[in-house]
């Protein structure tokens, strides 16, 4: 059969395989580029999903990253709705699930992830949802009614956010946690504390330390067990307990797969013409100098700049600094840098004024920040850490004394 041929195909119409197409075409590339997605909506973003989008205050277009005529014009070929089935390496081919094959120069993984699900009887059932896609909020958007009771499984940062979309809708809502805080995986015990206390104030019964043993309800879902015994009555349940990302195509051609398709700092698989990019990319970070995998906006445009130099044959930029933010009712946090293995932290400005920033440093050495309602301190600490600054926590936590100011000092090592 014939086949037809692209130089580069891109697997996953998300954040990440949007930024590569048109940063080959930025960078120069020539050839032909085909963008394979199977959701049916051209790339798009998602923050909004947790947040405006699932709030009402922002229109479907307005997620969309490119208008779609751009598509035409940096001759990016685009297909949607019908995803990669497999990959043969030997032959250099993809075969959609529609039977399609499709030869490549070279290929970019960019499948991003799926989210974790309940596994107890009843999660299947229509009241139970997650947040992860369009379609997910299109079915959960009009669920958002004053007056029902929202149980939120999940105290990370999408569950937060769905939670304050529910206060501003009026809901009566519950966070259940299993661990014993909130954002216990991404912050601080203080920084858990700020939040639990910012939610519980502004009305969302926050549960920590008790999982959820079991859903009843004849369907849908009506009351969530807790792992402490505890009932609680649901008309709308929201699953956010993380994603996994999507491996299985690059498994299943051989590639290196261990918490995320491995890469090297190019974003090159073991297979030199294979790139793995965004949610589902293990990859060798130059500012850690050892592996991560990063759950972000920014990650997936850094690492598509990175795929597109390197499928370019230009010097690979070298990766910069994480950072994230979330949005939770007037709260705006940014956050960068890691904050695994600190051993001191800095308290900036008020918490009880909901404007304030936590440094936290390792060795004395500024390593990462979570900044709420601090835009000018975050951009500071962000170069902070890029300089790997060293500095007192008292210095730190005096809020008369500008942290940029600290941009001249001593560079140490981390
Ligand atoms: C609700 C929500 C809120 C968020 N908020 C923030 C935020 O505030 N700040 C922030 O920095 N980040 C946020 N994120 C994270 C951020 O959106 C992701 O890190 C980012 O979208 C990752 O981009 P990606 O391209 O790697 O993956 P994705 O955007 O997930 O795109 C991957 C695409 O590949 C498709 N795909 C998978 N397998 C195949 C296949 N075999 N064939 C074809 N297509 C396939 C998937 O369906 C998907 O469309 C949020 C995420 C969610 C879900």
């Not at 601080?188 to 502004?202: D, I, L």
């Not at 699953?239 to 051609?253: F, K, R, T, W, Y």
């Amino acid at each position: 059969m014939d086949k037809q041929a692209y130089g580069v195909i891109i697997v996953g119409a998300g954040q990440a395989g949007c930024d590569v197409a048109f940063g080959l075409r930025q960078q120069g590339y020539s050839s032909t580029i085909r963008l394979v997605g199977d959701e049916n909506y051209p790339p798009y973003r998602r923050p909004p999903l947790s947040k405006t989008f699932l709030a009402g205050d922002a229109p479907l277009e307005s997620l969309y990253l490119r208008p779609e005529a751009s598509y035409r014009d940096q001759r990016i070929e685009c297909s949607y709705g019908i995803g990669v089935e497999s990959i043969d390496r030997r032959a250099r081919t993809v075969r959609l699930f529609d039977a399609t094959q499709l030869a490549f120069d070279h290929l970019v993984l960019a499948t991003g992830g799926k989210v974790r699900r309940l596994s107890l009887r009843g999660a299947d059932y229509a009241n139970v949802h997650y947040v992860r896609t369009i379609d997910d909020i299109l079915r959960l958007k009009d669920q958002f009614l004053a007056g029902k009771r929202l149980v939120v499984v999940g105290g990370g940062f999408i569950g937060l956010e769905a939670a304050a979309v529910g206060i501003k809708k009026k809901l009566n809502v519950t966070v259940v946690e299993a661990l014993p805080r909130v954002l216990a995986r991404v912050t601080s015990p203080e920084m858990s504390a700020f939040y639990e206390r910012a939610h519980r104030s502004r009305g969302v019964t926050v549960l920590t330390g008790t999982g959820v043993h079991a859903l009843e309800g004849e369907p849908p879902v009506d009351t969530i067990v807790l792992s402490d015994g505890r009932r609680i009555p649901a008309d709308v349940l929201v699953v956010g307990i993380g994603i996994v990302p999507n491996i299985e195509l690059a498994d299943a051609a051989g590639l290196a797969v261990s918490n995320g398709i491995v890469t090297d700092s190019s974003t090159k698989t073991e297979a030199p013409y294979i790139y793995a990019i965004g949610d589902c990319g293990n990859h060798r970070s130059s500012f850690f100098d050892r592996h991560v995998r990063l759950e972000s906006v920014p990650n997936a445009s850094e690492q598509a700049r990175i795929c597109a130099a390197a499928i370019c044959g230009k010097p690979i930029p070298p990766s910069t600094v994480p950072w994230f933010w979330s949005d939770q009712y007037d709260l705006k946090l940014q956050m960068a840098g890691l904050i695994e293995g600190y051993d001191q932290i800095a308290i900036r400005g008020d918490p009880s004024k909901e404007s304030f920033c936590a440094l936290y440093l390792r060795d004395r050495t500024i390593i990462a920040v979570d900044a709420v309602n601090r835009p000018g301190d975050f951009v500071a600490s962000k170069k902070l850490i890029a300089e790997r600054i060293a500095a007192s926590v008292d210095r730190l936590a005096d809020d008369t004394s500008p942290l940029k100011a600290l941009l001249s000092g001593v560079k140490t090592s981390i």
